[in-house]
């Protein structure tokens, strides 16, 4: 069985940092693209910054770029998301999610990942 596990989520101020990790079990996802997206109360889910294991290679919304930093261990189960001058735009509940097999390309669309975490929340105080 699939799981996938946030954690690290919290309250902090504006200009802040939290570190958030999603742990992976169950299956591995080395060929997979795995991705972090955001939800706020009243808006639709958006995607934050997404990681392709194949390659290594990343990807961050714009809004977060020169904030945040996605990044995994060496086994490849566990994606770190680092935000730091967090803001209070910033405050939603955070998703780790991974596609399915041997889709190793990032995409910003929430319906293209099959798995997905329970959430962690982060809130900014201004």
């Known amino acids: 069985q699939v799981q996938l596990v946030e954690s690290g989520g919290g309250l902090v101020q504006a200009g802040g940092s939290l570190r958030l990790s999603c742990a992976a079990s169950?299956?591995?996802?080395?060929?997979?693209?795995m991705s972090w997206f955001r939800q706020a109360p009243g808006k639709e889910r958006e995607f934050v910054a997404g990681i392709n294991w194949s390659d290594g290679s990343t990807y961050l919304t714009a809004s977060v770029k020169g904030r945040f930093t996605i990044s995994g261990d060496n086994a490849k189960t566990t994606v770190y998301l680092q935000m730091n001058t967090l803001k209070p735009e910033d405050t939603a509940v955070y998703y780790c999610?991974?596609?399915?097999?041997?889709?190793?390309?990032?995409?910003?669309?929430?319906?293209?990942?099959?798995?997905w975490g329970q959430g962690t929340q982060v809130t900014v105080s201004s």
């Open positions: 999610a991974a596609r399915r097999p041997n889709f190793a390309v990032v995409s910003i669309t929430h319906s293209d990942y099959a798995y």
């Open positions: 169950g299956r591995t996802f080395s060929r997979n693209a």
